[in-house]
């Protein structure tokens, strides 16, 4: 039954012309374009398109720097997306445990630097790593931040940074959210503050920090802004440091068809791990 | 009491470790160039804010008061558009029952997990096949859609707009349209103001798009600006300052406006987060 048919179409059809014109449009076209191979007929003969069938993905699959950038990602994220997250936790923790004055001023203090972008974050960073101009030259002085082994960690620091606040803020308010009264019978029960926290506070906010992983996970695999910016700053970033950072640097040799497998590629990655994470937290597994 | 203590002393450590970058970057915005490498970096020295800020607003013509103006355009414009035609669409799939209501619903969903990033490139091919890249609304109008926005939409209209108050407009005579403009979206507000948020820093954040939409620097935002002086630093020591303070003159306004929204994203983050 469909009444007022016109005004669902009023509604609707705004949103529905620009989502399928810049999202759906897009997407197909990148499959598209990804099974196609530009052919040239001697060295400097006209380019042409020609259908390639999945050529372009055996590339991709092949390509060494590629999986070698997925995985640094992969170990980026495995490291990273803990450790903020259990210091968000941590946080937003301490703040509820009525431990705590001056809460609103803490909580406004984390969530600043949410405010910076990525890429005015990157290059804050990049000064502050640096060995001769950051303020902490008793540490970059000693150990170089941005060498190859390091600058992975370094990237990391500036993604916690960033976001450490904003995840923070969201347990937190699923917290405030818990009525008080589940508290009084745990503490009926003699249960300590810690005991709380761990056995009462941490189950009842854990769809807040599944959203926080899930977010994490995905910001994780476009990783763009913080090693594009980290070019500038030191020389072991490659132009392949990052899927995201292989998919434009293949568009602009311009490879498009490649680049364009490429983007699926990782959009099939990104969903099936952004899935997988919803699913392992959310069903099970860690006890509940 | 020993608790408490130890509770401070954790916060207190954050603290300094969120702010002191922000505080740094504020005392560098305020030295002279020699001032910068020659005197303490968390400390004031020769106070010269007034002639970075001269410098960074004159340098080329303005250019940098240009990408403020776009960055302005880019976000709050595709946002406060976005957040309109969310709204409109959520509340439609919230409060009317029609036919294919779920497979939109369902399709705007795995739009959620589709990263923006993995548009670009495609976004970028279709534009340049139609002749209109580097120009501003190749950056504009894929910014203005938000799968998201829609998702939030749709459960903030459900949950907020009473079905009793819809029907009770309609027996009073009052059109479709003209009861979500004065009743439905004023029952929404708050959580429009979360899309809008959520959408700006969303588009504020897309690096990619405009790095490989935009070619003429008169279109650029400020963070893909900013990104360019950075790597001509080398080459050109003077861009260092303008780059420094560029960032601060960025970054304030939105800390500002950040803080002061901050409950909007309390709010909305708790109604997201307990679905």
């Known amino acids: 039954m469909t009444r007022h048919r016109s005004a669902v179409v009023f509604f609707i059809a705004p949103f529905g012309v620009l989502f399928t014109l810049f999202y759906l449009l897009p997407i197909g076209y990148a499959v598209v374009q990804s099974l196609f191979t530009v052919e040239r007929t001697g060295t400097f003969g006209p380019a042409r398109e020609v259908f390639g069938g999945l050529v372009q993905y055996q590339r991709v699959l092949s390509d060494g720097p590629f999986w070698a950038s997925v995985g640094r990602v992969l170990l980026f994220g495995a490291v990273q997306i803990p450790v903020m997250l259990v210091l968000a936790l941590f946080l937003a923790l301490l703040l509820d445990s009525g431990l705590v004055r001056g809460r609103r001023f803490f909580r406004l203090a984390f969530f600043v630097p949410y405010a910076v972008p990525g890429v005015i974050a990157a290059i804050m960073w990049g000064f502050l790593y640096s060995p001769t101009l950051?303020?902490?030259?008793?540490?970059?002085?000693?150990v170089d931040l941005l060498s190859a082994d390091l600058v992975l960690w370094a990237m990391a620091n500036v993604v916690?940074?960033?976001?450490?606040?904003?995840?923070?803020?969201?347990?937190?308010?699923?917290l405030l959210a818990i009525p008080p009264e589940i508290y009084e019978a745990a503490r009926i029960d003699g249960a300590g503050p810690a005991r709380i926290a761990w056995s009462v506070k941490i189950p009842l906010v854990r769809p807040a920090i599944?959203?926080?992983?899930v977010f994490s996970v995905i910001g994780t695999l476009q990783l763009l802004a913080e090693p594009q910016v980290f070019r500038s700053f030191s020389s072991a970033v490659s132009s392949t440091y990052t899927p995201n950072l292989t998919v434009y640097s293949t568009s602009s040799i311009p490879n498009f068809n490649l680049a364009a497998a490429f983007s699926v590629v990782l959009a099939l990655v990104t969903c099936v791990l952004s899935f997988s994470v919803l699913k392992a937290t959310s069903r099970g597994g860690m006890g509940r | 009491m020993r608790a408490r203590i130890a509770a401070m002393t954790v916060l207190g450590v954050c603290t300094v470790y969120f702010l002191t970058p922000i505080w740094w970057l504020f005392?560098?915005?305020t030295k002279t160039r020699a001032g910068f490498t020659s005197t303490s970096p968390l400390w004031f020295a020769d106070f010269a804010l007034i002639g970075n800020l001269r410098e960074v607003l004159t340098y080329r013509d303005g250019i940098f008061l240009r990408w403020l103006g776009n960055s302005v355009l880019y976000t709050a414009g595709a946002a406060l558009i976005g957040t309109l035609l969310a709204a409109m669409c959520g509340y439609?799939?919230?409060?009317?029952?029609?036919?294919?209501?779920e497979l939109i619903f369902n399709v705007v969903l795995g739009g959620v997990l589709v990263p923006a990033t993995a548009l670009a490139l495609p976004l970028f091919l279709i534009f340049s096949r139609a002749g209109a890249t580097n120009t501003f609304w190749s950056v504009f109008l894929p910014s203005v859609v938000s799968p998201f926005g829609v998702y939030l939409a749709r459960i903030y209209a459900a949950a907020s707009?009473?079905?009793?108050?819809?029907?009770?407009?309609?027996?009073?005579?009052?059109?479709?349209?003209?009861?979500?403009?004065?009743?439905?979206?004023r029952l929404m507000t708050p959580a429009l103001v979360t899309i809008f948020l959520f959408q700006f820093t969303a588009v504020w954040n897309n690096f990619l798009l405009p790095l490989i939409m935009l070619g003429d620097e008169r279109l650029f935002p400020v963070t893909?600006?900013?990104?360019?002086?950075?790597?001509?630093?080398?080459?050109?020591?003077?861009?260092?300052?303008?780059?420094?303070?560029?960032?601060?003159?960025?970054?304030?306004?939105?800390?500002?406006?950040?803080?002061?929204?901050?409950?909007?994203?309390?709010?909305?983050?708790?109604?997201?987060?307990?679905?």
């Open chain 1, 134 to 142: 950051s303020p902490f030259t008793p540490v970059t002085g000693a």
């Open chain 1, 160 to 174: 916690t940074w960033v976001y450490a606040g904003y995840n923070m803020l969201i347990i937190y308010s699923a």
């Open chain 1, 210 to 213: 599944v959203l926080t992983a």
């Open chain 2, 27 to 29: 005392v560098s915005a």
């Open chain 2, 92 to 101: 439609a799939l919230a409060k009317y029952r029609f036919r294919g209501r």
């Open chain 2, 161 to 185: 707009v009473p079905d009793d108050l819809i029907e009770a407009a309609r027996i009073d005579g009052a059109g479709e349209v003209r009861t979500f403009v004065t009743i439905a979206a």
């Open chain 2, 224 to 275: 893909l600006g900013l990104y360019t002086w950075n790597t001509q630093v080398n080459q050109v020591p003077q861009l260092r300052g303008l780059v420094l303070t560029g960032a601060l003159l960025s970054v304030v306004p939105l800390v500002i406006a950040f803080l002061l929204l901050q409950r909007f994203w309390r709010n909305g983050l708790g109604t997201g987060a307990v679905k």
